[in-house]
């Protein structure tokens, strides 16, 4: 069993197979650079500061650039500057840099340019608590530009999911072109659990849709859509002379500054992610099979949330747990299948905000939906969650 | 582009920039007696002379009139946020430093709301090309004042005129240690084609502020006048000194007598950005042929 301490950078590789014992922020580190991370700009702050340390001493190791910035504007706009030129990028912060990051979050949806952005939710708002736990920028993952657009946001509940759905991330991100968040909150972040990094040859690789025309082809379009939406990216320096911009654009990736053009590329910027949403979303279900109460928990919320759910039965009482993994695109689907199949009687939504998930169950059931809320600092205990259940 | 019509004799059937120009996207939105068509047309002369590939030529640009750039030239261009083009560019010239890259934006977006990201990224001296046109305004929003407008100038939003001293770009740049240094107007097409193919050439970081007419925003709503009018100026007032103390060159084009000091101020050889290297890699970054994950396995043999 190897630890955190970093062996001699010569003999480090990019996958550090084998079982770890490993903080949250440093399995997110290694399971960008399993994913291939080449890229990472940021700036420090806390709950996310291990990532970037841990990225500046490893990511040169294995011939990545690390660039740590003047301020979270910049960190955002050199990952897609980056990724526009081929690279897997990254950065990670936390909500105060997260807001400051949000028009160039639009620009990488609007420019279709691949990224992953890490952001280990503190108490918020504004600087908040900067080292007590939050999970209050669900919201703001999928709604802070301005406008309307799609991301994929994923929520992990362990160091071992902060490793696998960075990987999944990257992924994401280049599948469908888009900028995807990986949300940890600071107690996932900064809790050390057993993780387990396979080999390299086991981490699973989604690559970047490419042009399969040649640069110079006048039938390339760099922004018409293959079937599934995607339009098949081209990098700087290949030959393509492609243009991209944050303007409303044509399939040439030209400017077409009015209704009709910018009708069609929000709707298909949005769309792409819709129409996948069956293949995107990702939920842990448990005991939900006889549940009258579910729990519907994300994070560190959801590890209180399945204690509770234990408990109420044992007392008898048939509770499950509801685990949104991807809080967005969010398991709507589910959710509705649940409700119709007839058993439930209630939900129960325990969040460290204000009501954020909540808001997505109330939209979709009559049923009683309790609340569990805190505005940050601390846990949500099992006893609490256990109290809606049985109420 | 060919001058047609009945008297008009062909003087040339292709412009040596032509093939740089996405003709597709012409005519341009600029106002006549703008300044930025001739920055644009400079530039273009300056990377046909250097020799680099066209295809391993990257222009970045913010947003403005003068952000605009990106969207004409037929090279990789990429038209980023107000104020990120440096940021946005830094990360495509540390992930491809084979790649030549120049960003052409305007004052106020390289200097108001991406003031912080020029200070750094001269500082760094990374390794770019930056081609500011100062125009003494925000052309693109109608003309506002902005850190390079003149005292007491008016504007939209100074009825009343401008009461704080603007910057003095390359004084700015140069204190932070930038390896090239330069200001020209457009009225030095020559000099600036000159003085953009040094940046271009110079390792590290090269700002050229070049000054242009923007008739709209800052010549008509202060008696400078028409773009023609504004070129005169420069070439009444403008003195080339290349050896000039750098505090000492502030602008002032609503002072009739002011000098103005055109040049090629600074040339050192400061290392270029270059962020540190671990581990010789098993394989080159950047070779974007090689997927991620082959990268990633021949890294793990090693
Ligand atoms: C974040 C943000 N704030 C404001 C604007 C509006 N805006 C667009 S261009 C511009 C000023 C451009 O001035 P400058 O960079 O000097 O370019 P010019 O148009 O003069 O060439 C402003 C304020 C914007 N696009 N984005
Ligand atoms: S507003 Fe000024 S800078 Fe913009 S195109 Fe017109 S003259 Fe040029
Ligand atoms: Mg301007």
Redesign the interface.
């Known amino acids: 069993m190897s630890t955190q301490s970093p062996s001699k ?2 003999a ?4 550090r197979a084998g079982v770890h014992f490993m903080g949250g922020d440093f399995a997110c580190a290694e399971g960008a650079l ?3 991370v ?2 990472f ?1 940021g700036y420090p702050i806390t709950p996310s500061t291990e990532v970037c340390e841990h990225l500046a ?11 740590q ?3 979270e ?3 955002i ?13 990254l950065t990670a912060t936390s909500g105060p840099g997260f807001s400051l990051m949000m ?2 979050i639009g ?1 990488a949806a609007m ?1 279709e340019v691949p990224c992953v952005i890490v952001d280990v939710m503190r108490g918020s708002p504004s600087t908040g608590l900067p080292t007590g736990v939050g999970q209050a920028d669900i919201y703001q993952a999928r709604w802070g530009s301005h406008g309307d657009y799609a991301v994929i946001a994923y929520c992990p509940s362990s160091p071992q999911e902060c490793f696998d759905l960075t990987i999944q991330a990257f992924n994401a991100a280049d599948k469908y072109r888009v900028p995807v968040m990986v949300m940890m909150d600071e107690v996932i972040g900064h809790m050390t659990e057993k993780v387990v990094i396979p080999p ?2 086991e ?1 699973p ?1 989604t ?1 970047r849709k490419r042009p399969s025309l040649p ?1 110079g082809d006048s039938e390339y379009l760099p922004y018409m859509p293959d079937d599934d939406l995607v339009p098949p990216m081209a ?13 409303t654009h044509d399939e ?1 990736g ?2 077409a500054l009015s209704a009709e053009p910018h009708e069609k590329l929000v709707n298909r910027l949005v769309d792409k992610i819709r129409v996948h949403a069956a293949d995107i979303v990702m939920h842990e279900d448990f005991l939900l099979d006889d549940a009258e109460t579910i729990v519907v928990a994300f994070g560190c919320t959801a590890r209180s949330a399945r204690a509770a759910v234990n408990l109420a039965r044992r007392q008898g009482v048939r509770a499950g747990l509801l685990r949104p993994i991807t809080a967005w695109p969010f398991p709507t689907a589910r959710i509705k299948e649940l409700i119709a199949a007839g058993q439930v009687k209630q939900f129960v939504v325990p969040e460290i905000n204000l009501g954020q998930v909540r808001r997505e169950v109330e939209r979709l059931t009559q049923l009683p939906v309790r609340r569990v809320h805190r505005a940050g600092g601390a846990m949500i205990t099992p006893e609490t969650i256990l109290e809606a259940i049985v109420q | 582009m060919t001058t047609t019509g009945p008297t008009a004799a062909i003087v040339a059937k292709k412009h040596p920039v032509d093939d740089l120009l996405r003709a597709d996207r012409l005519p341009h939105i600029l106002c006549p007696g703008c300044g930025i068509g001739t920055t644009m047309h400079c530039y273009l002369e300056a990377l046909v002379e250097s020799g680099v590939h066209v295809d391993k030529h990257v222009c970045v640009s913010g947003i403005g009139c003068s952000g605009r750039t990106a969207g004409y030239v037929k090279v990789d261009s990429y038209h980023s946020t107000h104020g990120r083009a440096l940021p946005f560019a830094l990360g495509i010239a540390v992930y491809r430093p084979e790649l030549t890259v120049t960003v052409i934006s305007g004052d106020g977006d390289l200097s108001s709301i991406g003031g912080n990201h020029l200070i750094h990224a001269a500082r760094r001296n990374v390794n770019m090309t930056v081609i500011c046109i100062n125009n003494f305004n925000y052309g693109m929003t109608g003309g506002q004042a902005g850190p390079t407008t003149p005292m007491t100038a008016k504007s939209g939003t100074t009825p009343y005129g401008v009461a704080d001293k603007p910057f003095n770009l390359p004084h700015l740049v140069n204190a932070v240690g930038a390896n090239f240094v330069a200001r020209w107007s457009v009225l030095h097409a020559r000099q600036l084609k000159d003085s953009i193919l040094r940046g271009m050439r110079k390792p590290g970081f090269a700002f050229i502020e070049v000054l242009s007419p923007c008739p709209t925003g800052f010549g008509r709503p202060n008696d400078v006048g028409e773009g023609i009018e504004e070129m005169l100026k420069y070439h009444r007032r403008c003195k080339w000194d290349d050896k000039a103390r750098l505090e000492d060159v502030d602008i002032d084009m609503l002072r009739p007598d002011s000098p103005v000091i055109v040049g090629n101020f600074v040339d050192r050889d400061r290392p270029a950005f270059c962020p540190a290297t671990g581990a010789p890699p098993a394989s080159p970054t950047g070779a974007t042929e090689e997927s991620t994950k082959e990268r990633a396995a021949m890294k793990d043999a090693h």
């Open positions: 950078p010569a480090t590789p990019r996958v399993a994913a291939g080449d890229f700009a001493q490893r990511l040169p190791q294995v011939g990545g650039k690390f660039v910035m003047e301020d504007l910049a960190s706009a050199a990952i897609i500057g980056a990724s526009a030129a081929g690279a897997r990028s028009e160039n620009l420019m390299a040859s981490i690789f690559p640069p990098h700087a320096g290949e030959g393509y002379k492609i243009h991209m911009t944050g303007l040439r030209y400017p």
